[in-house]
């Protein structure tokens, strides 16, 4: 097995690095710019820009993959709905051209994509459940699985997944666990929704399912999240606890009193049978990873 990580100086993408160098797989990690993962190898690493044909191109006849997973993506889900132009480019072109490529070098695709897939009327998400996304970013990520999965004879699996935490080098944003931890040890005033639902994934176990469904070359989608899911104030009020913080100064609030550029889903969270019977996909609580964050 040879894979292609993209955007390896993110969250995700750090995370498999460190699985894939533990495991001793070989691999090439990619990402825009210079190489911000102080763990990953110089050699092992590449600059390829998603959105350039020509540098995909390179890098395959160089390294000649046989998986490529492609976390790259434009990631904030307000910046896409007011940018929509970028948002196509980076989340819907790139993966055409690379899932191309992954076709003529018989080559599997594995694209991550969320649960911004669904309205949020339903909660607890299957993989066979009608998609229906409220935002820029969710139709993207939409049309980015329809395309692949109308590309005929492509080897590929698509990895849905809900918001993401953990810690790493150098990374371009924050995610909700290490921010409330940060607040919450500052005493800032916070208000904090309680009314959108999801089931917070901790970066590691992600990474894991990643790499175990192309070491099975498991096709399809994947649902990949968190075993639990709550409103976001609990998560905040879960974090506070565990670290023994104080919530005397955060307060509830609704998602209409932000008026954030993009409409969230209020209820996802997955249904998690598929991943468990066929990858053995065991994520761990909340609690038992805020150790490590
Ligand atoms: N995080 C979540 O809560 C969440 C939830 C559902 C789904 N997902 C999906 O999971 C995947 C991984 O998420 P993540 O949290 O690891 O994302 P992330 O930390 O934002 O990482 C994305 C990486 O892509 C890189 N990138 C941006 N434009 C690029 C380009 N043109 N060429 C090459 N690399 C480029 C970014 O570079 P810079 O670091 O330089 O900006 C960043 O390192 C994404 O596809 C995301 O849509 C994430």
Not at 218 to 230: A, L
Request: with cysteine; aromatic share 8%.
């Amino acid at each position: 097995m040879r894979m292609l990580i993209t955007g390896s100086n993110g969250l995700l993408g750090q995370k498999l690095v460190a699985q894939l160098l533990l495991k001793g797989i070989d691999f090439m990690a990619s990402s825009l710019g210079v190489n911000r993962n102080n763990d990953c190898p110089e050699e092992n690493y590449r600059t390829m820009d998603i959105c350039n044909r020509d540098e995909i191109a390179e890098v395959f006849n160089e390294f000649k993959p046989t998986h490529v997973i492609h976390t790259a993506a434009m990631t904030n889900v307000d910046a896409c709905e007011l940018n929509p132009q970028e948002c196509q480019s980076l989340n819907v072109d790139s993966v055409q051209l690379l899932a191309n490529q992954c076709l003529a070098s018989n080559c599997h695709f594995q694209l991550l994509s969320t649960d911004f897939v669904f309205d949020g009327s339903k909660g607890n998400y299957q993989e066979e459940d009608a998609p229906n996304p409220l935002s820029i970013y969710g139709h993207s990520k939409l049309q980015a699985e329809e395309y692949i999965k109308d590309l005929p004879s492509l080897q590929f699996s698509i990895v849905r997944t809900i918001i993401v935490y953990g810690t790493g080098n150098q990374l371009s944003r924050s995610n909700i666990v290490k921010w409330a931890k940060e607040a919450l040890h500052e005493a800032k005033e916070l208000s904090i929704i309680d009314d959108q639902f999801r089931a917070p994934t901790w970066a590691d176990d992600l990474a894991w399912a990643c790499i175990r469904i192309c070491e099975l070359n498991e096709n399809g989608i994947f649902h990949v999240s968190g075993p639990e899911t709550m409103s976001i104030y609990e998560i905040v009020e879960r974090i506070a606890k565990h670290y023994q913080l104080s919530m005397d100064k955060v307060k509830r609030t609704t998602s209409s009193s932000l008026s954030q550029p993009a409409v969230r889903p209020p209820r996802t969270g997955f249904n998690l049978s598929k991943a468990k019977s066929r990858l053995g996909y065991n994520p761990k609580t909340l609690e038992e990873t805020l150790d490590f964050i």
